[in-house]
C-alpha cells in the first residue's frame, strides 16, 4: 500500500519555526517530486513547495519564500518542510504530494491532478 505519512505539525508563535516530515512507502519513488500544499479554513488547498528528485531544483510560492526550505532524503524516502518567521496566515493544514509532473508546474496545475497524498498535518501559528 503506497502511503505518504506526514508528521510535525502543532501550536507556535507568530515568528517561531516548526519542522514538517513526510515519510512515503509501500512503492519506488525514483523520478518523483514531492512537496507540501496547504488548506486554511475555508480557502483552496494551495502550492507551498516543491523538490526535484535529486534535489537540484526547488520551487516555493512567493509567500514562503525566504522563510520556509524543502529538502529531501531518498534514502529515507523522506521529504521535509522547515518553516521560519512563522505568522498566523501560515495556519492551515499541510499536505505532502508526490508525483511524477515536473515540479515547476505544481503551482499551475490542478491540485487534484497529483497522484499522491498524505492525510495532512495542522499547523496553528498565534498572534
Known amino acids: 500500500q503506497v502511503q505518504l505519512v506526514e508528521s510535525g505539525g502543532g501550536l507556535v508563535q507568530a515568528g517561531g519555526s516548526l519542522g514538517l516530515s513526510c515519510a512515503a512507502s509501500?512503492?519506488?519513488?525514483?523520478?518523483?517530486?514531492m512537496g507540501w500544499f496547504r488548506q486554511a479554513p475555508g480557502k483552496e488547498r494551495e502550492f507551498v513547495a516543491a523538490?526535484?528528485?535529486?534535489?537540484?531544483?526547488?520551487y516555493y510560492a512567493d509567500s514562503v519564500k525566504g522563510r520556509f526550505t524543502i529538502s529531501r532524503d531518498n534514502v529515507k524516502n523522506t521529504v521535509y518542510l522547515q518553516m521560519n518567521i512563522l505568522k498566523p496566515e501560515d495556519t492551515a493544514v499541510y499536505y505532502c504530494?508526490?508525483?511524477?509532473?515536473?515540479?515547476?508546474?505544481?503551482?499551475?496545475?490542478?491540485?487534484?491532478?497529483?497522484?499522491?497524498w498524505g492525510q495532512g498535518t495542522l499547523v496553528t501559528v498565534s498572534s
Open positions: 504530494a508526490a508525483d511524477r509532473a515536473g515540479g515547476s508546474t505544481w503551482p499551475q496545475i490542478p491540485y487534484r491532478s497529483l497522484e499522491l
Open positions: 523538490i526535484s528528485w535529486s534535489g537540484s531544483r526547488r
Open positions: 509501500g512503492r519506488t519513488f525514483t523520478s518523483y517530486v
